[in-house]
């Protein structure tokens, strides 16, 4: 057996850590405490390194387990339709909201919706629109519904609710008719009415006149013109029927939203009414009152009208030969016109 002394210097510097690691386990003068502490030196690396297996493979999923999270994540998309649960129709517009949960949709014009959801199968929804009873369904059995079709139908029960009766009371206005206008139902007694006929006529534009008509109050629905005539001739007589707005104290925009005509039949004289109550006209302004001449055969001229020797100094008659022309104002002469309304007392 070799001796310290004999041994060279590498087999001494062995032989010391040897000797060391032995008398660190049987020193006679060694204590229990210091016994544990070198125990526990000397298994330190080992714990370490078994814990660094342990961690490491808990971070390691197995196939199947990664396949399950992929389906789970598939899922929690619900694809539908939501349905009036008595015509089966499509509920446009419904709301669907995830409870507990911030999270919903709506049905788009079709009654479809996709919902994405955060929570899990466990999780309910709760399905409502106005005009049904609000339903609430379990996440889990609308994916296993999914699965088995594609898509899932909800189903809405109509709520008919009964409404109380309401009594509605107003107060009956009190209406009066009012004419306005010059010479009114002078100079003759015969009165003829004619509905508006609707229609082209030979000519595109004819000789026009008329007056300004002054209402003392407004607003005030029109009702019909009136005008005065000598005589439709044997031809009769085709006129237009004007109601223009005035701008710089002349006619400006027709307000009757058609082009609207009157057939006198031959042999008409006294005061011709056009109904004009059908287009809902309210004035809040003057006006003017005009008539269009459109037949060649029975032209206008100074005696179609009924007209007046003495006539009131605020009339004001229109007259033009073409649309295409300005208008002008006479002051040589009256002519009857005017202009009845409904107003309110």
């Not at 999914?146 to 009594?167: A, M, W």
Request: hydrophobic share 35%.
């Amino acid at each position: 057996m070799n001796t310290p002394a004999s041994m060279g210097t590498r087999e001494k510097l062995a032989h010391d850590r040897r000797s060391h690691m032995l008398i660190a386990f049987v020193s006679p003068y060694d204590t229990p405490a210091m016994t544990k502490l070198c125990l526990q030196r000397a298994l330190l690396p080992l714990v370490l390194f078994c814990t660094g297996l342990l961690s490491s493979s808990s971070k390691v999923l197995n196939p199947a387990q990664l396949k399950t999270e992929q389906v789970t994540h598939e899922a929690l998309t619900v694809k539908g339709i939501v349905l009036d649960e008595k015509t089966h129709l499509p509920v446009p517009y419904a709301n669907i909201a995830v409870l507990n949960n911030l999270t919903g949709t709506q049905t788009n014009a079709r009654g479809e919706f996709v919902l994405s959801l955060k929570a899990g199968p466990e999780a309910r929804i709760k399905v409502t629109s106005v005009g049904y009873i609000a339903k609430e369904y379990q996440v889990s059995a609308l994916l296993g519904a999914q699965r088995r079709s594609g898509y899932v139908k909800l189903f809405l029960k109509p709520d008919n609710v009964k409404l109380g009766t309401v009594e509605v009371k107003t107060k009956a206005g009190k209406w009066k008719t009012t004419k306005a206008g010059f010479n009114i139902d002078q100079g003759s007694v015969y009165h003829h009415t004619f509905e508006p006929v609707k229609g082209a006529v030979p000519k595109a534009s004819g000789q026009e006149i008329g007056n300004r008509i002054q209402l003392k109050k407004y607003p005030a629905d029109v009702q019909s013109i009136s005008f005065g005539l000598t005589g439709s001739g044997d031809f009769g007589l085709v006129a237009g029927v004007r109601l223009y707005s005035l701008k710089d104290n002349k006619p400006s925009k027709n307000l009757l939203p058609e082009n609207v005509q009157v057939q006198v039949p031959p042999h008409h004289t006294g005061w011709i009414t056009v109904k004009l109550d059908q287009y809902r006209i309210r004035l809040h302004e003057d006006v003017a009152v005009v008539i269009e001449w459109l037949n060649e055969e029975n032209k206008l001229t100074k005696n179609s009208l009924l007209t007046f020797a003495s006539f009131p100094k605020e009339q004001v008659i229109y007259y033009r030969n073409t649309a295409e022309e300005p208008w002008k104002v006479l002051r040589d002469r009256s002519i009857g016109m005017y202009l009845t309304v409904l107003q309110e007392k």
